[in-house]
């Protein structure tokens, strides 16, 4: 009998919450929130260890990172930055002595406010944070470096914010060479390394086939490029850098690991989106949940949810409705809340901006609500364990 479990790690604006599905992926338990009620924008974990880290923060807190070494029951923060909180404490020792507060500075000053993604690859920790910093740890997240290369990287003074300000929300490994790497930042664009962050390409150009594509849409295609707010990033299993992406105004894939890209939204509903999801085995199969524009309203088309699936890399699409909201549906589904497990069939979820999990164990033919009533949900891992 399989002896894996499955946990979703789950991020929200207050804090961490962990659902067990045990072996058959049924019956979730729910436990949380941690990390003192922190707005938490990604969770991820060491199926290996059983560590886990969540990183947030904002304008109050200041950037962190919180571990937890004994599978989510106690959890420790490596403050990486000073927030509002400080600046209040340090004026005010009755607030000082409640929250716990010191005055050791956290190593990075003011220079960031968040932390929106995390990437284990190998035995090295990365973070991403607002403004578009990358970080490296290599003590598993109890000290950290700044990567200089990709901050002063040649086209930095061109980089614009997106809405949520200019964050490096997703961080994509090869896990056959721990040395290369893509990163998504809003409204930068795509970013490889293939010498672990000694330097950067950014990767945004259209193949020659779509090069005079041309919107008015100022997130759109032009000038021979994708359009740089890029959403999210996925690398598809296999030995080729086979890459897809949602970007603000559309769905792109890439054969050759970024360096051109071919654009793959013809079959659904909208351009828009947020996270984008590719089978743990099958490089063709894909999953993306568009959403009805960013002036209106960033909810399903027409209120009626649909998860819709390609099975030949995007060439085709079929909505996966089975299960979900057909009216009044007003969710929004953010970036890093689309995830999956590696089980046959294939396990999808997730999350949404009105506190529910929903989860397909058939590789999206049907769907279920999982979990209910949680906060916001900014994003979703699931964590394959004995």
């Known amino acids: 009998m399989d002896s894996l479990q499955t946990t979703l790690l789950i991020g929200t604006t207050k804090g961490v919450f962990l659902a067990s599905g045990g072996q058959d992926r049924s019956g979730w338990r729910v436990k949380g929130p941690f990390c003192d009620g922190w707005p938490i924008n990604h969770v991820i974990g060491d199926p290996k260890t059983g560590?886990?880290?969540?990183?947030?923060?904002?304008?109050?807190?200041?950037?962190?990172?919180?571990?937890?070494?004994?599978?989510?029951?106690?959890?420790?923060?490596?403050r990486l930055t000073t927030g509002q909180m400080d600046e209040w404490a340090a004026n005010d020792p009755d607030f000082a002595a409640m929250i716990g507060w010191t005055d050791t500075p956290p190593p990075f000053g003011d220079s960031f406010t968040q932390v929106w993604s995390l990437g284990l690859v190998g035995d090295r920790l990365y973070a991403g944070a607002k403004p578009a910093t990358l970080l490296k740890s290599d003590d598993r997240g109890d000290t950290w470096q700044c990567i200089d290369s990709l901050t002063n990287h040649p086209s930095a003074d061109s980089w614009n914010p997106g809405a949520a300000g200019l964050t490096l929300h997703t961080i994509v490994a090869d896990p056959a060479d721990a040395k290369k790497l893509w990163i998504g930042i809003s409204a930068a664009g795509v970013f490889a390394t293939e010498d672990g962050g000694q330097s950067w390409e950014r990767r945004n150009r259209l193949s020659k086939a779509q090069a005079c594509a041309h919107h008015d849409h100022p997130a759109a295609p032009r000038d021979g490029e994708t359009g740089h707010c890029v959403h999210s990033i996925m690398r598809a299993a296999g030995s080729e850098d086979l890459l897809y992406q949602q970007n603000h105004h559309g769905v792109?894939?890439?054969?050759?690991?970024?360096?051109?890209?071919?654009?793959?939204?013809?079959?659904?509903?909208?351009?828009?989106?947020?996270?984008?999801?590719?089978?743990?085995?099958?490089?063709?199969?894909?999953?993306?949940?568009?959403?009805?524009?960013?002036?209106?309203?960033r909810f399903p088309p027409d209120a009626a949810a649909a998860v819709w699936r390609s099975s030949d890399g995007g060439d085709t699409w079929q909505d996966m409705r089975a299960g979900l909201p057909q009216e009044g549906c007003f969710f929004t589904v953010l970036?890093?809340?689309?995830?999956?497990?590696?089980?046959?069939?294939?396990?999808?979820?997730?999350?949404?901006?009105?506190?529910?999990?929903?989860?397909?164990l058939d590789g999206g033919d049907t769907w279920g609500e999982l979990i209910r009533h949680l906060p916001t949900i900014l994003a979703v891992e699931a964590l394959e364990h004995t």
Do not use: C, E
């Open 51 to 78: 560590t886990l880290w969540a990183g947030g923060g904002g304008d109050f807190h200041g950037a962190g990172i919180w571990r937890s070494d004994d599978g989510g029951d106690t959890w420790q923060l490596t």
């Open 252 to 297: 792109w894939r890439s054969t050759n690991g970024g360096r051109s890209w071919d654009d793959i939204t013809a079959g659904l509903p909208s351009t828009f989106g947020f996270p984008i999801r590719v089978h743990p085995r099958d490089p063709k199969t894909l999953w993306t949940i568009p959403l009805n524009g960013d002036s209106a309203g």
């Open 335 to 360: 970036r890093q809340g689309m995830a999956g497990d590696t089980r046959d069939p294939a396990g999808v979820y997730f999350g949404t901006n009105s506190g529910s999990v929903f989860g397909s």
